[in-house]
């Protein structure tokens, strides 16, 4: 299995930027894409953004142009870098790795909240 450590998230307001960090160690052969999930209280956790090795990327429609998702094969480490932050961002953020494909995961990280405020 892939070990995963996120960090990053905190308090910032409306309008600000963040950039999570999760990098993964362990069986790190495996993994074929990295994704960004978010879970806000009562709610589903939902994928906002994914990338593959080689690039190929997936984007939440809520996060099109003010979310950037990006990879550094060599530290196997994936990065979200989110600008222009709005309330409805606020939730606990979650790492994945995938063996199979952009949309196909099977654990998470611990997670990291990001909190947005007004």
């Known amino acids: 299995q892939v070990q995963l450590v996120e960090s990053g998230g905190g308090l910032v307001q409306a309008g600000g930027s963040l950039r999570l960090s999760c990098a993964a160690s362990?069986?790190?052969?495996?993994?074929?894409?990295m994704g960004w999930f978010r879970q806000a209280p009562g709610k589903e956790r939902d994928l906002v953004a994914a990338?593959?090795?080689?690039?190929?990327?997936y984007y939440a429609d809520s996060v099109k142009g003010r979310f950037t998702i990006s990879i550094d094969n060599g530290k196997n480490t994936v990065y979200l870098q989110m600008n222009s932050l709005k309330p409805e961002d606020t939730a606990v953020y979650y790492c994945?790795?995938?063996?199979?494909?952009?949309?196909?995961?099977?654990?998470w990280g611990q997670g990291t909240q990001v909190t947005v405020s007004s």
């Open positions: 990338i593959s090795r080689s690039g190929s990327t």
């Open positions: 994945a790795p995938s063996e199979r494909g952009l949309y196909d995961y099977d654990y």
């Open positions: 362990g069986r790190t052969f495996s993994i074929y894409a």
